[in-house]
């Protein structure tokens, strides 16, 4: 079992930054890559930014691309998200997840709450 704790939101106003960071425990030796996600109200859950555990290599959707970045810190065995520039449509829950196998996200964070004010 791997323990995802986020941390990190909150309000800002449309062009502020926040970090988020998201700190895993248990069994975070079987872990190949890890992930940001958010889901805002009525819409599904979407993939913003993923990077490896071992290599580093980063992956962004296009709505964060140039906004946003991802990085880790293995001694700390904690991932990060800065977001910058931030738009009102950016206002959900972000997510911190992880994965043992390409793909497949079995362990999820309990959601961080960001809220960008027009």
């Known amino acids: 079992q791997v323990q995802l704790v986020e941390a990190g939101g909150g309000l800002v106003q449309a062009g502020g930054s926040l970090r988020l960071s998201c700190a895993a425990s248990?069994?975070?030796?079987?872990?190949?890559?890890m992930a940001w996600f958010r889901q805002a109200p009525g819409k599904e859950r979407e993939v913003l930014a993923v990077?490896?555990?071992?290599?580093?290599?980063?992956h962004y959707a296009d709505s964060v691309k140039g906004r946003f970045t991802i990085s880790r810190d293995n001694a700390k065995n904690t991932v990060y998200l800065q977001m910058n520039s931030l738009k009102p449509e950016d206002t959900a829950v972000y997510y911190c997840?992880?994965?043992?196998?390409?793909?497949?996200?079995?362990?999820w964070g309990q959601g961080t709450q960001v809220t960008v004010s027009s």
């Open positions: 990077i490896t555990w071992s290599g580093g290599s980063t």
């Open positions: 248990g069994r975070t030796g079987s872990t190949s890559a």
């Open positions: 997840a992880a994965s043992e196998k390409p793909g497949k996200y079995d362990y």
